[in-house]
């Protein structure tokens, strides 16, 4: 027993060292590999679209509404999702990825790693291959949003799009994904950190301590905001406006398929561009359930983030109710007919599998540090010639799938080897 425990603190410590480590040199590299001189280009405005022929040309039956006539409308292809942390964001980005290869799109992705460079914010030169005046159409890797970067990138016109979540949800998923590379966390005693935590959260956290955003007001903090502000705080409120006037659309991952219908009539896309399975999901015994009690805790400690989920929830119903109740179950329905019939074609068995019965390792989804929790697919063996690339894409993990696009992910990827090798 005092062995193992000996073991782990030493894993532990190896892994601290290398998480240092590996930070640093990424620090290093990114300052080392940026342009320098860009930092203050002059300014070349981005054209207003970035796409030779956009598809918007083209009359799309994407909008036919109950009288069947077919409203002139063109599917947006220029597109920013802030990519936010533990909320589904994955699968969107993995919709968001598929849409823009469908139609040739310039993707902005990040360089060396799959985020751009979080927790720092996010600048225009961490896209690979960034050059002034050269435009992208969608953007929606893991950043620390910069508008007035973002703006500097994408045409006037894209489409600002974003995903909130219940921050106790987002907090106890955080703090099961993030915890053991958030130092403050490893003094907490007793075998459920998260429960003690919860009990006395201003005795175990430090704002200024490494990585402390992941336990505290994360939505906020991936917006571009403190992390640090209260519930009641003024600047609470001016943020939540910036939000509003900035994106068009806050989608909520409790009601993702709603939100996917929403985002189609936002976007003017067809039915088939929301088909989706489920990415990065967590397998059920990693998640803890947390009581009433543990909930309502978590949005106290979370309260800036609680009010500004509360804030998108109203506009999100009222949107559903303008668009109408009735269409809206309709569309969800049929949403989840296509994904079913899609999840039969292409994933052996119909669901997501635990790490250990992935065969393929391509297929391997990213883990947390220290854990095998995050499911994934296995593609049917007699798949469908014709369905085969769609289905590929869509079971394809995210780090997998940048790398496929062009993205040249090496920090990532070595550190996923550092990993494997210690087994950590
Ligand atoms: C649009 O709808 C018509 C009739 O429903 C169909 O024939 C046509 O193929 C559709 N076009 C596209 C691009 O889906
Ligand atoms: C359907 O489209 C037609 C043609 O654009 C429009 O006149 C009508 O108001 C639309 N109906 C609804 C219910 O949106
Ligand atoms: C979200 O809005 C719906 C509809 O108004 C309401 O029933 C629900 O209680 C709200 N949820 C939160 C967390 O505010």
């Known amino acids: 027993m005092a062995v193992r425990c000996f073991r782990r603190h030493r ?38 679209s970035c796409a030779q022929h956009p598809p918007a040309e083209q009359e799309s039956n994407a909008s036919q509404n109950a009288s069947g006539k077919a409203r002139a409308c063109r599917p947006k292809v220029d ?43 996010f600048e225009r030169w961490q896209v690979e291959g ?22 500097r990138l994408l045409p006037p016109q894209a489409a600002y799009i974003t995903i909130l979540r219940d921050p106790a949800r987002v ?38 301590g490494y990585n ?24 609470v409120g001016l943020a939540i406006s910036h939000i509003e006037q900035r994106f068009q659309l806050v989608l909520l991952a409790e009601h993702f398929e709603e939100s996917l219908v929403l985002l189609r009539d936002a976007l003017c896309w067809e039915a088939e561009d929301l088909q989706f399975f489920r990415l990065n999901m967590r397998k059920e015994a990693a998640v803890s359930p947390l009581s ?14 609680w009010r500004l989920y509360r804030h998108f929830n109203a506009s999100f119903w009222a949107r559903v109710e303008a668009f109408g109740h009735a269409r809206m179950r309709r569309e969800v329905q049929e949403l ?3 994904n079913r019939r899609l999840a039969d074609a292409c994933i052996e068995g119909g669901f997501a599998v635990e790490p250990t019965r992935i065969r393929d390792p391509y297929m391997q989804p990213w883990q947390p540090v220290g854990e095998h929790s995050i499911m994934g697919y296995n593609l049917r063996q007699d798949v469908d010639e014709a369905q085969r690339q769609l289905c590929l894409r869509m079971l394809t993990p995210e780090i997998q799938y940048l790398s496929l696009l062009g993205g040249d992910l090496w920090i990532t990827q070595l550190w996923g080897h550092i990993r494997h090798l210690i087994n950590w």
């Open 292 to 305: 009433a009690e543990q909930r309502e805790r978590a949005r106290q400690w979370n309260g800036a983030d």
């Open 130 to 151: 960034y050059r002034p005046g050269l435009c992208f159409n969608i953007i929606g890797s893991h950043m620390r949003f910069n508008a007035a970067e973002v703006a």
């Open 171 to 208: 907090f106890e998923s955080s703090f099961h994904y993030y915890g053991r590379l958030v130092p403050l966390t490893w003094t907490i005693p007793g075998r459920d950190k998260l429960a003690e935590f919860l009990r006395q959260p201003r005795r175990y956290y430090r704002p200024g």
């Open 212 to 235: 402390a955003f992941f336990l505290h007001n994360l939505q906020l903090f991936d917006l571009g905001y403190d992390h640090a502000l209260g519930p009641e705080d003024s600047q």
């Open 79 to 121: 597109i920013m999702f802030l990519k936010t942390h533990k909320t589904a964001s994955s699968t969107v980005l993995n919709i968001l990825l598929r849409f823009g290869e469908k139609h040739g799109l310039r993707i902005a992705l990040p360089h060396g790693r799959n985020d751009f460079f979080y927790p720092r914010a």
């Open 11 to 48: 894993s532990l410590g190896t892994g601290l060292l290398l998480v240092v480590l590996m930070t640093s040199l990424a620090m290093l590299l990114s300052c080392l590999s940026g342009p320098i001189h860009q930092r203050h280009p002059q300014e070349i405005l981005v054209p207003l």
């Open 336 to 338: 989840r007919q296509r």
